[in-house]
Structure formats: structure tokens, C-alpha cells
Nanobody
């Protein structure tokens, strides 16, 4: 069982930055592909980015086009935490942000874009960007 708790959301102005954190429980956290999703009002939940083990102590990240160059995902396996650094925020980034863990693919090095590929979810944290 994995429990995920997001934090770091808030109200910011366009152009500002925020860093979201996702604290995870579980001894095998380091091997789980992790993802960030978001859901804006009246819209479906969408993929934001993911981080996957690529061998040794290295990971690779991948992002949806709308956040490339602005958002960065990282992880600290000692702290069992995944981060989403969001820079140059735009009003269209306003959403509830969720982190998710893919325990079924632990140790694999694939890319996982679909919600159904993740089996553990946090409760979400609200990010609001004013213009």
C-alpha cells in the first residue's frame, strides 16, 4: 500500500513559481514510476509529467507539451518525496494537482501517460494562478 500526500499549492500571480511536493509512504517508493496530473474546473484530469527510473540512480522525466520548459519534476528517494517545480505560471495552469504512483510497473523504465496506469493517488492540492 502506498499513501501519497501533496502540498505546496496556493494562489499566485501569472509569472510566479510554485513547488509542489508529494510525500509517499512505502519502502519500494524509489522504484515506482511517478506522475503528476491536474484537473481544471469543468475539465477532465490530464497528465502533466512523469518521472521513471532509468537505471542505477538515474531517472528521466517527460512532460505534456503545454508545460515543457516551465515545469520540472524531481524526486528525493531518501525523503520519499516527488516534486513539481512550476515556473512562469499561467492562468491556464489553474487546477487541482495530483501526484500518482504506478506500483504495477515498479522497476520498469517506461512512460506512463494514462490515469489507469497509476494505482495510488494523492488527495490533490489546489493551484490558482491569477492574471
Amino acid at each position: 500500500q502506498v499513501q501519497l500526500v501533496e502540498s505546496g499549492g496556493g494562489l499566485v500571480q501569472a509569472g510566479d513559481s510554485l513547488r509542489l511536493s508529494c510525500a509517499a509512504s512505502g519502502r519500494t517508493f524509489s522504484s515506482y514510476p511517478m506522475g503528476w496530473f491536474r484537473q481544471a474546473p469543468g475539465k477532465e484530469r490530464e497528465f502533466v509529467g512523469g518521472i521513471t527510473w532509468s537505471g542505477g540512480n538515474t531517472y528521466y522525466t517527460y512532460y505534456t507539451d503545454s508545460v515543457k520548459g516551465r515545469f520540472t519534476i524531481s524526486r528525493d528517494n531518501v525523503k520519499n518525496t516527488v516534486y513539481l517545480q512550476m515556473n512562469s505560471l499561467k492562468p491556464e495552469d489553474t487546477a487541482v494537482y495530483y501526484c500518482a504512483a504506478n506500483s504495477k510497473s515498479r522497476g520498469n523504465s517506461g512512460r506512463y501517460f494514462r490515469q489507469y496506469e497509476y494505482d495510488f493517488w494523492g488527495q490533490g492540492t489546489q493551484v490558482t494562478v491569477s492574471s
